[in-house]
């Protein structure tokens, strides 16, 4: 099963006038395992018409029911066609030939599947090159990020902004100072600091861990593949975005290089006690009557001490300020889950949020 839901390949093909394309792939399980399999495809492609034949079984998804019929025969599956030209160009340029382990390679892809595999025609052209290509990455050296935004003019060290000067009058302000924070090392790599956004006096505040990759580069908080996890919750909860705010207790995304990617890093916290004060600076502009602790350290800053967030999730804390804080799973930590567990998590997860939306539409914006 675990081999049927790594080595599928779809192709689309041209189906009746009007229709959504269908994708089909051909595969040659061991076992008898399509049904139990389909499933798996049938939440991963959701939204996609697609079918997988079998020597003995067949699937067709429409987007509603999983329908099972007799197996075909290979050349009823599409041939090759332009999707697999860029899954190919894609598995070039991702081949690590520093990292090849051909043994292993073939413990993880058995070499019987190579012949429907379309990627498996290149590995000995890249097996060959590997040992030139790896001397190669060691003469160019590392590489540096490519910043989106210009690094802002620094002024003389003693007035760079630290935890001691004032605190910033308005959101504005704060933003601007922000953007020349450089109290811990992560603000020096980043694209551009990432403060929080929507509005003024919200009644509800929402407090994450730190930027990720797209909201390093576009400056807002919690738009990437968490985010928008997240705004389906909201949207479930009939919460308007624009109507609470939204930020995170580190500003700067904090990431290590791995070739092109970057690869989000946890805050130090060291890192975190650094930003501290501009999450507080935020609280205090904003006023929000509660908030929502999103993650361990979104917890621990806005506590003040170490959370155990699997136990007290769902739980409201109190602030020293007298604030309450609800305590929940970061969306991010969804994602990770074993996609058996993903609807039970999510739905768990927004049991937890139906709290703080209670508080919301009991109170409504705070204009």
């Not at 599928?8 to 051909?26: K, Q, S």
């Not at 389906?232 to 700067?252: E, F, S």
């Not at 309450?324 to 970061?330: D, G, K």
Request: net charge neutral; proline share 8%.
């Amino acid at each position: 099963m675990h081999k049927m839901k790594a080595f599928v390949r779809f192709r689309t093909v041209a189906d009746e006038a009007g229709a959504e394309p269908l994708h089909v792939a051909w595969f040659e399980p061991e076992h008898h395992i399509v049904e139990a399999t389909a499933p798996f495809f049938a939440r991963r492609f959701t939204n996609m018409r697609w079918a997988i034949l079998t020597p003995e079984r067949s699937v067709r998804w429409e987007g509603n029911e999983l329908v099972f019929g007799p197996g075909g025969r290979r050349d009823e599956a599409p041939p090759a066609d332009a999707g697999e030209a860029l899954w190919l160009t894609y598995y070039r340029n991702i081949f690590n030939p520093a990292r090849l382990k051909l043994k292993m390679m073939k413990k993880e892809m058995p070499v019987r599947y190579w012949h429907n595999l379309p990627e498996a025609r290149l590995i000995d052209a890249l097996t060959a090159e590997a040992g030139e290509r790896s001397m190669s990455m060691i003469e160019q050296g590392p590489s540096d990020p490519v910043r989106r935004l210009p690094v802002p003019p620094q002024p003389a060290a003693a007035q760079l902004p630290t935890a001691d000067d004032k605190a910033p009058t308005s959101l504005p302000a704060l933003r601007a100072a922000l953007e020349r924070c450089r109290e811990c090392p992560i603000g020096e790599h980043a694209t551009q600091a990432v403060p929080g956004e929507g509005l003024q006096h919200a009644p509800l505040m929402f407090v994450g861990e730190q930027p990720g990759d797209q909201e390093d580069l576009q400056g807002r908080p919690f738009i990437g593949p968490a985010g928008q996890l997240f705004a389906r919750a909201l949207q479930a909860l009939a919460i308007p975005r624009d109507q609470v705010y939204i930020t995170n207790a580190v500003k700067h995304f904090k990431f290590e290089l791995r070739g092109k990617r970057r690869i989000h890093k946890t805050p130090a916290q060291q890192e975190a006690a650094a930003c501290l004060h501009w999450l507080e600076s935020e609280i205090e502009l904003v006023a929000p009557q509660v908030l929502v602790a999103l993650g361990a350290t979104a917890a621990r800053q806005l506590m003040g001490r170490a959370v155990a967030v699997t136990k007290e999730r769902g739980q409201w804390l109190v602030r020293a300020d007298g604030r309450r804080v609800l305590i929940t799973l970061h969306p991010s930590a969804l994602l990770r889950m074993e996609p058996e567990d993903k609807a039970a998590a999510y739905d768990a997860w927004l049991a937890d949020l139906r709290r703080a939306a209670e508080h919301f539409h009991a109170t409504g914006p705070n204009l």
